[in-house]
Nanobody
Framework: QVQLVESGGGLVQAGGSLRLSCAAS????????MGWFRQAPGKEREFVTT????????YYANSVKGRFIISRDNAKNTLYLQMNSLKPEDTAVYYC??????????????????WGQGTQVTVST
């Protein structure tokens, strides 16, 4: 099993920045890639970005490309999401997720077997 714990959400004004973290523990050696998803009120959960855990693969949704940066620190088993130029439409609960499916990128939430509890990001106008 893999356990994921997010932190770093909060309230920020439009145009501001936030950095989310996701600490992984347990059988982290089984992780092939990790990702960030988000779910706004009344909407489906949507893919944001993903990164391969052992290689150099990174993939972004068009809605965040150029504004968000995903990174990882394998030594700390931690995933990060740097969010810049935030917009009110970025308001959502953000979830980190991990998959041991050995192909990249995985953009469907059904492909991820491990999830964090979520952290709220609210962007005000």
């Amino acid at each position: 099993q893999v356990q994921l714990v997010e932190s770093g959400g909060g309230l920020v004004q439009a145009g501001g920045s936030l950095r989310l973290s996701c600490a992984a523990s347990g059988r982290t050696f089984s992780i092939y890639s990790m990702g960030w998803f988000r779910q706004a009120p009344g909407k489906e959960r949507e893919f944001v970005t993903t990164i391969s855990w052992g290689g150099s693969g990174i993939y972004y949704a068009n809605s965040v490309k150029g504004r968000f940066i995903i990174s990882r620190d394998n030594a700390k088993n931690t995933l990060y999401l740097q969010m810049n130029s935030l917009k009110p439409e970025d308001t959502a609960v953000y979830y980190c997720a991990a998959t041991n499916i050995r192909s990249f990128p995985r953009v469907n939430d059904n492909d991820y077997g491990y999830w964090g509890q979520g952290t709220q990001v609210t962007v005000s106008t």
